[in-house]
Structure formats: structure tokens, C-alpha cells
């Protein structure tokens, strides 16, 4: 993150994984760092460079996000959820590979910001080469287990649902189209925003990590249920 303020600029160091930083140093959070009161200010934007995008659906009635792929790769607008069926809105979250800015004042007597808004974390994808299935049978069950080194994890920030309106400009979020104040402090009059299909986009991350996921299937009784539960492993 980068501060607007030249002078706390060389004595306070914000580096974050992108991990964290996309719920840390969102616009709009604060967090307390060497006795100072930060609060983030909006994106950092490179011109002619564009943010890299993905699509993901989120589902309401089990609680369920899902990865659908990199922007560009299928045009659907709306897809059935995994688990319940339930037709979805497709959504997009934007890396914001550049960083952020961030205002930074004395901390007083003011209370301490509430912990960052967490993102969820959710099962993207994994490089098919390098999957070790193994199928078990016991008493009453069967496990199916697959492991990877190279599992793919997204981690998505949606603002709580809200999502952000980041002004295409100067990286503020602004979710009107009047005249905003930019992250660094400037009138910026821009009317546009960064929208896939006029919606407003989420921030993420995607991050290569050992994935375990294992299927039980239990056999209970005189009649068979089906429960299927993935289990996510993050051991990097
Ligand atoms: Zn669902
Ligand atoms: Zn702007």
C-alpha cells in the first residue's frame, strides 16, 4: 500500500500477501500499524494496463461459491449452482495486482477499527497431472481421496455483498457518478467505473497451494446415503 502522506511514507512499510490485502487494504478498511490509524483510499491503476479478472458465482440458499474461470473464457450469465440447482448470477472479482493507497494519521483517543471484513476462500481448480486419487472401501463406506500440489484457491472480497464501483480513472471506490476525491486527494470528475456488464466487481486473489479433498460415502443400514463432503486442506 502507498501512502498519500509523503512523511509517513518512509517510516511505515505496508507490504501484504494479496491474500490479506485484498480484505486489509480494500477501500474503505482501516488497520493500525506503528501507532498510526491507516485507512485505505481506493486502488492503484496502471493506465493502458487492465486488472486481471475471474468469473465466480456465490449462491445464497447453501451458502456455496464457486470458481467458473478466467474472464473471457464463457459468455454464460447465469449458471445452476453445484450443490442445489439454484440458477446464479455470474460474478467477477478483479486482482488488483497493483496495490492499493492509503491515508495514514495519528491514532488518538478513537477507537480502534473493527478486524477487516475476511474474504472466503474457495476451491478454484487443479493441474490434472498432478492428481494422486485413491479410492478405499471399509465398514459401511467409501472414501474417494485426491490429493494435489498444484490445487488453485481463490479468495474473493464481495464488500459484503455490496461490491465495489471503482472509478476506471483513479481507483477510488465511488458508488455514485458525481465528482469524487481520488486516493490521492484530487477532484477526479470521472463518470466511469470498473463494471463487467454493468455490475459492480468483487477484489481477489488466486493463489497455488496443496489441496486434500476426500468423498465419503456412507452405507447406513438398510438403505444407502450419499453424503459427500469436501474437505480443503491449505498446508503451504
Ligand atoms: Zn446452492
Ligand atoms: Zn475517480
Redesign the pocket.
Known sequence: MKLMDKSNRSNLRLQRDLKLAVSEYAPGSKLVANGMLIESTGLKLIDGKQLPLHHYTYCKSCNKYTYVGKYGVNDETEIPCDKCMDPLRVKYYAIPKFGFYGKAKELSTERRPDKAYGSRVFFADHAEESIQPLHVEGNGYELDYLYSHYGNLSIVNDNKGQQYFV?E??G?H?DHKRA?T?PLGHK?S?KKRLTVRNAPISLGHQFTTDILRMSFNFNNGSFYTNQTKPILSCTR
Request: proline share 0%.
Open positions: 472509478c480513472s483513479c477510488s465511488v469524487h481520488s477526479c470521472s
